[in-house]
């Protein structure tokens, strides 16, 4: 999936180094110096508190390259987890300081080693790094540690064993011993929307000013063994507006098919663009279909194909249903779903619901979940 796309006929810039502190002069920031960014960013981040997160400005571990080497077998493809836009992930396991127990099993870790020199790796790298550092919520990946060492930039994260949603929604495997993925059922998906709202609502309302995650989508949301979704990959993220202020104004970044087209036009950034991505992501878990398929020829955009549904929601919601729930979701919960997506979708950002709202209707979503003696009444549509 491309990152930079082009937007009505525009061709969106590759990146520079804009400091997370909102410099609109984009300043470079160090590349090598993540620790005094995140002292910067904690310092400018103030928690409001919702209970369930803070802004704590700590030290990560510094690693060395020779220890994560080591520790990936030189980084070998068979300790590959993926791979994306800005460099690959490996899985491995670390000894970490506070592993006091000498005898007890190492702690299994992914390691993104950032794509060398790269612009956006440097950038992305200081970002992430002062982002997880100053950010703790149950729902956000947390950074183990880093390497800066010559040009080579790598981030430490906790693992999460199921990977991403984006392998669980669109590529599931046949039930066939260890490594299956089999389609996610409702419950699952709805536990992951809520996960994955619960974050933005901490990024948004408990931060301040708020943090604009700006990159939402299936791949960059983590599944716990149980299905907690926590959202990697902050290094996208911007401070939002202070003050009087409504918007930032910033480069577009993003990725095809999530970004609100207000942002994308306009470069305006709110945190209504996330409020859109998340309406985007609903769908794709309602719908199993990704928000751009180049290969499903006049479907190939999610929001295009789902318009006619969206528009009559309470008679046409059964036809947004992914096929591989087979029939088993409650009616009524998918229908509360669909209208959750379609106002996050809409056009004007500040009619778009908060993200306080959309954790509130998940919740009530959550409240009915699907069981097996709803399965004869929801088999009809
Ligand atoms: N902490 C982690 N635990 C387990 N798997 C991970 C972790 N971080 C990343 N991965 C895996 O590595 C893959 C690649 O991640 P990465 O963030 O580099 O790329 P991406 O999200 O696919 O694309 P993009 O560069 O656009 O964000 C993910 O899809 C996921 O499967
Ligand atoms: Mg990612």
Redesign the pocket.
């Known amino acids: 999936?491309p990152?930079c796309f082009s937007w009505a006929g525009h061709r969106l810039p590759i990146l520079t180094c804009v400091p997370c502190t909102g410099d609109a002069a984009g300043r470079p920031c160090s590349p090598s110096s993540p620790s005094s960014h995140a002292a910067e960013t904690s310092m400018s981040l103030r928690h409001r508190g919702d209970g369930s997160g803070s802004v704590a400005g700590r030290a990560a571990r510094k690693f060395t390259l020779e220890q994560l080497s080591a520790a990936t077998d030189g980084f070998s493809a068979s300790n590959l987890?993926?791979?994306?836009?800005?460099?690959?992930?490996y899985?491995c396991h670390l000894r970490l300081d506070d592993d006091d127990d000498e005898a007890a099993a190492p702690t299994p870790?992914?390691v993104?080693q950032l794509c060398r020199g790269g612009a956006q790796g440097s950038r992305e790298f200081v970002v992430e790094c002062a982002m997880l550092m100053t950010l703790r919520h149950p729902n956000l990946?947390a950074l183990v540690g880093y390497c800066a060492q010559a040009q080579e930039r790598l981030l430490v994260?906790?693992?999460?064993?199921?990977?991403?949603l984006?392998?669980h929604l669109f590529r599931p495997l046949p039930a066939q011993g260890n490594g299956d993925r089999p389609a996610l059922e409702w419950n699952t998906r709805v536990k992951i929307a809520h996960g994955a709202a619960r974050a933005l609502r901490y990024l948004h309302e408990a931060v301040s000013p708020p943090v604009i995650y700006r990159?939402l989508?299936p791949?960059?949301i983590?599944l716990a063994d149980d299905f907690t979704a926590?959202l990697?990959?902050l290094?996208l993220a911007r401070m939002g507006p202070s003050g009087d202020d409504t918007h930032v104004s910033t480069r577009v970044m993003g990725?095809l098919g999530y970004c609100a087209p207000d942002y994308a036009l306009t470069g305006r950034l709110t945190v209504k663009s996330d409020v859109y991505s998340f309406g985007v992501v609903l769908l794709e878990l309602i719908t199993g279909r990704r928000a751009f398929d180049p290969d499903a020829g006049d479907e190939r955009r999610l929001l295009d194909w789902a318009r006619p549904y969206l528009g009559d929601v309470r008679k046409m919601y059964g036809r947004l249903a992914d096929p591989a729930l087979r029939g088993r979701f409650p009616r009524r919960a998918l229908y509360q779903l669909a209208v959750v997506a379609s106002l996050c979708l809409h056009d004007r950002p500040n009619l778009r619901p908060t993200m306080s709202d959309v954790t509130r209707a998940i919740d009530h979503v959550a409240s009915q979940p699907w069981q097996t003696h709803h399965r004869a009444k929801s088999c009809q549509i």
């Open positions: 999936m990152r987890l993926g791979q994306g836009g800005f460099g690959r992930v899985r870790v992914a993104k990946v994260y906790e693992l999460l064993p199921r990977g991403s984006d392998a990159d989508k791949s960059n983590l926590k990697s990959d290094g990725t």
